[in-house]
């Protein structure tokens, strides 16, 4: 048995990576181009871990064969939009040619999203989170001031969104190790919802309190970073049930 | 205009009656202040809804000719579309209705607007519309925010009559309006406006690209040059050449011609002008009241202005940013041909735009043909004759004339050009760089000057002295595209210089 045991640890560190490729985000500070009411401006992000890629069609359908509930001919409507979701897929258990299995997946609600994660004992990541990651480049944890970042995010802008989908895992990995944060598809986070910026654009110094509920509503920190106000402003367009050709996912898990 | 007359006449017959007419006549006059949107609610909708009639550029949709308010339903896609914004340059242009400027609305003062605003499922970004017709919150942006796939309807009732300007609002709005979503809306004032021949749809756009002016390829947005508000194109209807040759405009001797113009921006103002023509009538910034005989009318950045001319010769009329080099250097060109009999009293003939078309008179598939060529490693000395012969007569012809002959004493000849033969060479540093001073050519003397070239990419110069050498009783020859980058390379020059 115990000539065995490297062997046992190699095959649970590739079911590791089977489960989804998470890495661990160590804990950090950073400016959210939010402008959130508590706080200095600075939001603190504890550790956590988070998938490596975002979710492809070929793990979407493994969870989906699991949970037929979330097929597509049998997800309750008031879960996902009938006629969006998983709707460029050829069959209900079957992608097809235009949802390659290494292509990430698009076309989920929120709801869909969110029990995948479930499913995996994970959840989606917050906003914070994400932006957190998403701020870095590979050599630096905090690339946003820099030109070329931002402008390697709007050229993503500039392509139509009907073009063919890279695979997953082709762009080059972050500082945290982390892929296609940028330049691939939009991602659902968690609290999403919770991101109550107004539909037009110029009223964001002046937040409309009452709609938003007070203490609630959010306005922008960093009108300059339009590449990141513009993902903000793709999320606050959306509603839970909503999906759409460019919008995918990935998961996040608390470190224990 | 039958039917324009049935409508007086059933006017008249009513009036004879002795009935109250309750809607204003046409040719009525048009007070000096007409009460704007306190007096804009002429009640409910009345009759079944309408559905909109949209138009693409640069067509306008019929008037409405109704003289009671309706309900009017508009359904208006937005598309993320990829298109040609100068020859062999891609844009991907965030549109209303897939063209830029966007498709062109007609209301009528106190119609009730049932709006519905779709955002194609291919689109990445979402989207949503303020039209500056609208009195309430954001202009409709509030209500009309729309994900990709999706659809949103709001209402309004348009109270105040003038052309107006609607455009994307959603983050980052100057983005979105730099990318080519903008458009038109007209509500016609009660009494509907005066019947004329041709009504047609101008609107300029400045854009920004990370290649330079006709630098061939997709090009990106640059959001830089943006904020810097240094366009690389300033633009009539969404693409060089959009209402150039077979798409120029066109009217008749002795039509009315009336155009709605919109600036969509994102930044400049233009000051727009029809060369050879005189503006009879210009209801400045698309409002109530028209200014008569104007040469150049301001249009703001989110506004827009009706002109109005009668034609009495024939001709081409060419439509301009009066600002120069966005005209000539930057693409905001149009035209407007005009057919129909001479009349030597008003004009003797000569046309007006011979030296201000430019190379935009020609036409630039020689020069697209060789680029393609050329970038396939194909290109043939007689497809660098043919695109450079399209380019000499735009850029060089003006001083070296078009057969090559040059001015005596002013601008050397390259017909028959001993100087040219004696170096090719030299002729491309000349291209490139300019020239100026003493220079003896086929024994005559010249002090001049010509300014650098620098603008003209290394395909183009190459061709142009193909073309050169190959013409004229010249000697033959064949500079490639790599000699131009060789001695571009050699010879640092200030970034910009002739742009």
């Known amino acids: 048995m115990r000539r065995f045991a490297p062997a046992l640890l190699l095959l649970l560190a590739v079911v590791a990576r089977a489960d989804g490729g998470y890495v661990r985000i160590p804990a950090g500070e950073y400016k959210s181009v939010i402008r959130y009411e508590d706080g200095n401006g600075k939001r603190q992000v504890p550790a956590f871990a988070m998938m490596k890629r975002p979710v492809t ?79 870095a480049d590979a050599t630096r944890r905090d690339a946003r001031a820099d030109p070329q970042w931002r ?24 500082v945290y190790g982390v892929q296609d944060l940028h330049g691939l ?36 920190d960093d009108r300059e970073n339009y590449a990141v106000l513009m993902r903000v402003a793709m999320l606050s367009s959306l509603e839970a049930v909503n999906s759409t050709s460019s919008l995918g996912f990935r998961c996040a898990r608390d470190l224990p | 205009m039958k039917r324009h007359a049935t409508v007086s006449l059933l006017a008249a017959v009513v009036l004879l009656a002795g009935c109250q007419a309750k809607a204003p006549l046409p040719e009525t006059k048009i007070p000096a202040d007409t009460g704007g949107s306190a007096a804009g609610d002429f009640g409910p909708p009345q009759g079944e809804p309408i ?21 009017v339903i508009v359904e208006l896609e937005v598309r993320e579309v990829e298109k040609e ?184 103002t233009s000051s727009f002008h029809v060369i050879g023509e005189i503006f009879d009538k210009v209801w400045t910034e698309g409002g109530t009241h028209f200014q008569e005989n104007v040469q150049t009318t301001l249009v703001p950045a989110g506004g827009s202005a009706i002109v109005e001319f009668h034609t009495e010769i024939p001709g081409t009329g060419v439509i301009v940013d009066h600002s120069l080099f966005r005209a000539f250097n930057k693409g905001a060109l149009g035209m407007i041909k005009i057919e129909g009999p001479e009349n030597k009293a008003v004009y003797s003939g000569k046309e007006v735009d011979s030296v201000y078309l430019g190379d935009k008179a020609v036409s630039a598939a020689p020069v697209a043909a060789a680029a393609t060529a050329n970038a396939a490693g194909a290109l043939t000395l007689e497809q660098q004759v043919q695109a450079g012969g399209a380019l000499f007569n735009g850029t060089c012809s003006v ?57 003209l990419n290394d395909d183009e110069v190459a061709n142009i002295l193909t073309f050169v050498l190959n013409s004229w009783g010249n000697k033959g020859g064949r500079v490639s595209a790599a000699d131009v980058a060789r001695v571009r390379a050699s010879t640092p020059r200030p970034q910009g210089a002739a742009h």
């Not at chain 2, 550029?57 to 003289?67: D, E, G, M, Q, S």
């Not at chain 2, 086929?442 to 002090?447: E, S, Y």
Request: hydrophobic share 40%; charged share 15%; glycine share 10%.
């Open chain 2, 399 to 455: 001083c070296h004339q078009p057969t090559g002959t040059g001015i005596p004493n002013v601008f050397p000849p390259l017909a028959k050009s001993d100087f040219l033969a004696a170096d090719t060479h030299r002729a491309l540093g000349i291209v490139l760089n300019g020239f100026s001073g003493p220079v003896t050519v086929n024994g005559n003397n010249f002090n001049s000057v010509m300014p650098p070239m620098s603008q």
């Open chain 1, 57 to 135: 069609n070929g793990e979407f359908l493994a969870f989906v064969r699991r949970h037929p509930e979330w097929r597509r001919d049998r997800v309750p409507s008031i879960f996902a939009e009938r006629g969006h979701y998983l709707a460029h897929w050829s069959a209900p258990l079957q992608p097809g040619a235009t949802a390659l299995p290494q292509q990430a997946v698009t076309e989920v609600s929120w709801f869909a999203a969110t029990a995948f994660c479930e499913a995996q004992n994970a959840r989606l990541p917050t906003w914070a989170e994400w932006e957190y990651t998403s701020a």
């Open chain 2, 51 to 71: 559905h909109a009639v949209l138009t693409s550029p640069p067509l306008v949709p019929p008037a409405t000719h109704r003289h009671t308010p309706a309900k």
């Open chain 1, 151 to 174: 402008e390697a995010i709007l050229g993503w802008y500039a392509r139509p969104a009907n073009a063919p989908m890279s695979p997953v895992g082709k762009s080059p990995a972050n």
């Open chain 2, 85 to 268: 914004i100068s020859e062999g340059v891609k844009y991907t242009f965030w549109t209303f209705g897939g063209t830029v400027p966007g498709s062109f609305i007609r209301v009528r003062q106190g119609d009730t607007v049932e709006f519905h605003l779709k955002n194609h499922p291919d689109s990445k970004m979402p989207h949503n519309i303020d039209l500056h017709a609208v009195t309430g919150p954001g202009g409709g942006a509030a209500s009309s925010f729309t994900a990709p796939g999706h659809a949103s309807q709001f209402t309004f009732k348009a109270l105040n009559a003038g052309l107006f300007v609607y455009h994307c609002a959603t983050a980052p709005v100057g983005m979105h309006v730099a990318n080519g979503m903008y458009g038109l809306i007209l509500v016609e004032p009660p009494q509907g406006l005066p019947d004329v021949d041709r009504e047609y749809y101008v609107m300029q756009g400045d854009f920004y690209t990370v290649g330079k002016y006709r630098e061939k390829g997709a090009q990106p947005f640059d959001m830089q040059k943006a904020i810097d508000e240094n366009p690389t194109y300033v633009l009539f209807n969404g693409s060089e050449g959009s209402l150039l040759g077979d798409k120029a405009l066109q009217a008749k001797v002795g039509e009315t011609v009336r155009l709605y113009v919109g600036n969509g921006g994102p930044n400049l």
């Open chain 1, 185 to 220: 598809i939009w991602e659902w986070t968690q609290d999403y919802a919770a991101m109550l910026v107004s539909g037009d654009n110029r009223t964001q110094s002046d937040p409309d309190l009452a709609k938003f509920c007070g203490a609630g509503a959010l306005s922008m």
